[in-house]
């Protein structure tokens, strides 16, 4: 290998809490991070973002500036579980182009963030949501500690008894969720951004977990990403590799050009 010559190996892992307890950086924002997707929307042909569904969500801003551009979508890595609303979240799939990257800048403005916050500043739940947000919160400390000592006792419990613990300790917050809930409250949030060159996965981000992993496409971008934000060097770690492929992502579907929905058979 010449000095001129990246290793094709490399994997980086943005240096969050995740990885490095001591020295943590929430993200990168600002020029660093418009530089950041300036590298990445250069080497991809795809990209996709992930909506969050909140029970009743309506579509955000930034999903709606995007819509003409949605090429298909596929199921997210999970799903969100909210006082008895279920359901897997779907991602969908862009051109990486000089117009959604246009788009794509001026709603997500650094690494961890989602689509602009509301007016007050937040990108979760509405101000009055707040209480029922703290008791589900301890409720759900609460149905660790029980099914922890249950588990000391008995070993592990079944799926069946870990859910009535969960109904029984939620009771309260359900109660007033669904006192205070209104739909025109929520908006749908766009996060996770993961590039793809061809049908390579080459930078993965997890926004919630502040967990953003690259697999480095060429020397350039290897030596300016370090540049930008704080990364570790993650290469020995082999379960990482590869990241990922976008013919494999769960429930894949392109679209037609008359807008229906086609099942892409890979």
């Known amino acids: 290998m010449t000095d001129k010559e990246v290793n094709m190996d490399e994997i980086l892992a943005f240096r969050s809490i995740i990885w490095d307890n001591e020295d943590y950086q929430e993200t990168v924002k600002g020029e660093e991070f418009r530089a950041l997707m300036e590298l990445c929307f250069?080497?991809?042909?795809?990209?996709?973002?992930?909506?969050?569904?909140?029970?009743?969500?309506?579509?955000?801003?930034?999903?709606?500036?995007?819509?003409?551009?949605?090429?298909?979508?596929?199921?997210?890595?999970?799903?969100?579980?909210?006082?008895?609303?279920?359901?897997w979240e779907k991602c969908y799939v862009y051109p990486a182009n000089q117009e959604t990257k246009a788009i794509f800048l001026s709603h997500i403005t650094h690494l961890f963030g989602r689509d602009v916050e509301r007016p007050d500043g937040s990108d979760g739940p509405p101000e009055k949501y707040k209480a029922c947000v703290e008791l589900s919160e301890a409720a759900y400390e609460r149905v660790m500690e029980r099914v922890e000592a249950e588990e000391a006792i008995f070993g592990a419990i079944s799926d069946e008894d870990f859910a009535a613990i969960e109904e029984e300790e939620l009771q309260e917050a359900k109660k007033l969720w669904e006192e205070v809930f209104d739909e025109a409250d929520f908006d749908s949030n766009l996060e996770d951004p993961w590039f793809f060159r061809g049908d390579d996965l080459f930078f993965r981000t997890i926004t919630h977990e502040y967990d953003c992993l690259v697999h480095v496409p060429d020397e350039d971008f290897g030596e300016r990403i370090k540049e930008l934000g704080r990364w570790v060097d993650v290469s020995d770690r082999r379960y990482l590799r590869p990241l990922g492929f976008?013919?494999?992502?769960?429930?894949?579907?392109?679209?037609e050009k008359d807008g229906q929905l086609a099942v892409d058979e890979g």
Do not use: V
Not at 50 to 55: L, S
Not at 246 to 255: K, P
């Open 246 to 255: 976008l013919s494999e992502c769960q429930g894949l579907t392109w679209y």
């Open 42 to 87: 250069d080497r991809a042909d795809h990209f996709s973002l992930c909506r969050t569904d909140w029970p009743g969500a309506k579509d955000g801003p930034l999903e709606r500036a995007l819509r003409p551009y949605r090429l298909g979508e596929y199921l997210s890595y999970g799903r969100l579980i909210w006082f008895g609303h279920e359901a």
